[in-house]
């Protein structure tokens, strides 16, 4: 053989061998490629319902009610829990494409989701539950045996929060329903009671030492670093923390005291001016919705299924649809017959 | 004309596909960018504030952390205890907590309530909820790669040149002066760089030790929960201007490398191949 047949020689068999490593590589990659287009793929036979909610809502849909939800119609669930106002942004952002949208607060619908101005994303909405302001304490505070007391209605709530030594909680108005109606409950109780005092027990609207995001309060409380905060009723079911039950002139969960509540009112950031009301859930679907069959029959479930949202500790309300009815399917508006008007 | 090496292209590909996930949304970022509306944004009082509460605490925080992690990392690298590889372990283990589980497991120790917390309330010391609360929050996420910095670094100084300063008369203090910590420092500066932004960045464990005073991180994360993507984009953008900004220096730090110029000196071609 000469030199420079063994050459090609040697050339051929180096190239056989990057060929082959190189033919390698590209599987991989392609393998690679399938399987992250695999993943991204939104299958037309895939009937997941995927739900976007008020984030108080967290415990009672992801240990019950989805699961409940799957086993009543065999179709699959996927939520996720963000702030009502926090979620309707995404959606508004297009961050967010869910099925069905929960929100804490009728008026975020109107505000963020309906409407020209914004691309009137959502065009109804229905009531689905109700819930309470309740005072949650934990436990095992030095102060529970006077939380107790104020819970068997021997001594009053607000008298166990003006002790020296009590750390309560409450939501931020800025960012979260909660944190306002936290503030109408204490304007309501200074006039029921007739008490001025009782709304100075929160000090500024935003006082550092009381303010936290929902699911931080709850951590709070629940490690005993707090000896008490305001939540919803259907929160502190769901992660078992003893209450007080507050009157139903403050709490804002009876419709019946709409006109009372409304006395209390908040500013928002925005300038706009939100009024004391009852505390109801709405449901909707948005036009975003990639799944309108299934949101339907998700929501179909939630407005017919009164005593399982009793369970978890939201109040059961007469269904009632906002916005454009005839944009609603037939098939939901037979469940809220009434007009919802705030 | 001579082509690349098929490896390289292979791998280029690869990875060009992987740099460019990464990159794209920054890119994104500077693309949509509405400069009139963050700059009108940015200098509102919540933002001035959250810079202001940020900056402050994230220097506290690496001073402390500087300063206690350094002498650690030494003592790591060149102590022969029986529990070295433990500590190591252990130093790691803050890096690979949840953040938010990290602020809960902070929360109950130094909470009002708390083991440390409690005692510390009962003499008039508040140590969640203040700055001392975002202090101990950047700590624990970012102290680690101070320790892990400073431990490669000083691992990576030869022994034989403390042991000749050593033998040429230096105390124990002078070597470690004179000779460690200079053949250390880029690395070690390298590491505080990147703990500084670690802290800056800081969100999940500050949000439940710390909502208050908001830093950056938790401002922004307000603002996109009351605001959506225009109240958090200016925030975000001020972040990303911050983290580059420590990626730049932490570069340059390790490039100045001291070790090369004094191991020069010193005819010393240890570990570098010739």
């Known amino acids: 053989m000469s030199p420079s047949m063994s050459r090609v020689a040697d050339h051929g068999h180096g190239g056989t061998e990057s060929a082959r490593s190189a033919r390698t590589a590209l599987v991989m990659a392609l393998v690679v490629a399938s399987a992250v287009l695999a993943g991204c793929k939104k299958s037309s036979e895939d009937n997941t319902v995927s739900v976007l909610y008020a984030g108080s809502l967290a415990t009672a849909m992801e240990n019950g009610l989805g699961a409940a939800f799957t086993k009543d119609t065999g179709q699959a669930y996927k939520g996720e829990a963000q702030g009502s106002l926090g979620g309707a942004r995404m959606i508004h952002d297009h961050l967010r494409t869910p099925d069905v949208f929960i929100s804490a607060d009728p008026t975020v619908n109107e505000t963020v989701l309906m409407g020209d101005k914004n691309q009137n994303l959502v065009s109804w909405y229905a009531t689905m539950a109700s819930s309470q302001l309740v005072l949650a304490y934990n436990p095992k505070s030095q102060f529970a045996d006077k939380f107790q007391a104020a819970a068997a209605n021997t001594i009053p709530w607000y008298e166990v929060l003006q002790m020296p030594g009590v750390r309560f909680g409450r939501g931020d108005p800025t960012i979260d329903p909660k944190g306002y109606r936290t503030l109408f409950l204490f304007d309501l109780a200074g006039k029921h009671y007739q008490k001025p005092e009782i709304p100075r027990l929160l000090g500024d609207t935003m006082n550092p030492a009381q303010v936290f995001p929902e699911i931080v309060l709850l951590a709070r409380v629940e490690t005993g670093q707090f000896d008490a905060g305001i939540f919803y009723r259907h929160e502190v079911v769901a992660h078992h923390l003893p209450y007080v039950t507050l009157p139903p002139e403050i709490n804002l969960g009876y419709p019946k005291f709409a006109e009372f509540y409304a006395q209390a009112t908040y500013k928002l950031a925005s300038g706009e001016q939100v009024k004391g009301a009852p505390i109801i859930f709405t449901i909707t679907i948005p036009k975003t919705a990639s799944h309108p069959a299934a949101a339907e029959a998700f929501v179909r479930f939630m407005l017919s299924s009164p005593k399982l949202l009793e369970g978890f500790g939201f109040g059961t309300i007469e269904h009632q649809v906002a916005g454009d009815r005839a944009q609603m399917p037939a098939d939901l508006r037979r469940l809220a017959p009434e007009t919802y008007r705030q | ?274």
Not at chain 2, 72 to 100: E, H, S, W
Not at chain 2, 210 to 229: I, Q, R
Request: aromatic share 10%; with cysteine.
């Open chain 2, 1 to 274: 004309m001579r082509f690349p090496r098929p490896t390289f292209l292979v791998f280029g590909v690869l990875g060009g596909v992987l740099l460019l996930s990464l990159v794209l949304p920054i890119v994104n970022l500077f693309v949509q960018a509405d400069w009139a509306g963050w700059m009108k944004a940015l200098q509102e009082r919540g933002a001035g504030d959250a810079l202001a509460v940020s900056a402050l605490s994230s220097a506290i925080a690496v001073t402390i952390m500087t300063v206690l992690g350094v002498p650690l990392g030494y003592l790591l690298a060149r102590g022969r205890f029986l529990f070295t590889q433990i500590c190591i372990g252990l130093v790691f283990l803050p890096m690979v907590v949840p953040d938010l589980a990290g602020g809960i497991l902070l929360l109950q120790t130094f909470g009002p309530h708390g083991t440390i917390g409690g005692p510390a309330a009962g003499v008039g010391f508040e140590l969640t909820n203040n700055l001392a609360g975002i202090v101990l929050a950047q700590l624990f996420v970012s102290a680690p790669f101070v320790v892990v910095s400073a431990l490669a670094a000083f691992a990576g100084v030869d022994p034989k040149l403390e042991m000749a300063a050593a033998t040429l008369g230096d105390s124990q203090w002078h070597v470690f002066w004179r000779i460690s910590v200079p053949l250390a420092w880029p690395g070690i500066a390298a590491g505080i760089t990147l703990a500084w932004i670690r802290a800056l960045g800081e969100f999940g464990a500050t949000l439940i030790v710390a909502y208050n005073p908001h830093t950056l991180p938790v401002y922004m994360w307000v603002k996109f929960e009351s605001d959506g993507l225009t109240g958090a984009l200016p925030v975000a953008f001020l972040l990303v201007l911050l983290a580059g900004a420590a990626v730049v220096i932490s570069t340059l730090l390790s490039r100045l490398s001291g070790y090369r110029d004094t191991a020069a000196v010193l005819g010393d071609t240890h570990g570098r191949p010739t």
